[in-house]
T-cell receptor, first 111, second 114 residues
């Protein structure tokens, strides 16, 4: 069974810092990997989707990389803002019909 | 609507009761997924529909849980004889087709079993 781990579990940084969130998975035979943001009491908002054939995706201040062979992905957030405070979830699919999620990294960006 | 919607947003019930949770996917999305999220954890897969059929129900914890999607659009997750351990946020997601497409999530239904 696919196991997804996210490190750190929580992170607190001052506004303006660049930061990296880490995601690792045990089965490298994935179809794709998706990063989500979840605000307290809310559903998940898709941030970036990386297909298995891709190595990275970028959207604004966010950049996600994928290294299938080592079972790792990183989410890079540039120039963090207080509005970035949320829980960030990594999810991988090893077949085409379901995602396996990590437990998330809870990010707090201090003004 | 523009996104995935779920009703009710909150449901409080007593142990042993029956509940139904509803999901309206994005129009035109053929794939629909149900997940369950416990406090402090990531979502866990329950069941996936491609069209009207349940293509993978391997995540359903036991036979008290059942889901339907009779017309290939709206889906209902049904829980019989609820237990306190069923308390969680139930999330629904849809994608255009299964496979390479992004999953778009609804706001969830918070179920509390007293």
């Amino acid at each position: 069974k696919q196991e997804v781990t996210q490190i750190p579990a929580a992170l607190s940084v001052p506004e303006g810092e660049n930061l990296v969130l880490n995601c690792s998975f045990t089965d490298s035979a994935i179809y794709n990997l998706q990063w989500f943001r979840q605000d307290p009491g809310k559903g998940l908002t898709s941030l970036l989707l990386i297909q298995s054939s891709q190595r990275e995706q970028t959207s604004g201040r966010l950049n996600a990389s994928l290294d299938k062979s080592s079972g790792r992905s990183t989410l890079y957030i540039a120039a963090s803002q207080p509005g970035d405070s949320a829980t960030y979830l990594c999810a991988v699919s090893t077949n085409f019909n379901k995602f396996y999620f990590g437990s998330g990294t809870k990010l707090n960006v201090k003004p | 609507g523009a996104g995935v919607s779920q009703t009710p947003s909150n449901k409080v019930t007593e142990k042993g009761k029956y509940v139904e949770l509803r999901c309206d996917p994005i129009s035109g999305h053929t794939a629909l997924y149900w997940y369950r999220q416990s406090l402090g954890q990531g979502p866990e897969f329950l069941i996936y529909f491609q069209g009207t059929g349940a293509a993978d129900d391997s995540g359903l914890p036991n036979d008290r849980f059942f889901a339907v999607r009779p017309e290939g659009s709206v889906s209902t997750l049904k829980i019989q004889r609820t237990e306190r351990g069923d308390s969680a946020v139930y999330l629904c997601a849809s994608s255009l087709i299964a496979g390479d497409n992004e999953q778009f999530f609804g706001p969830g239904t918070r179920l509390t079993v007293l």
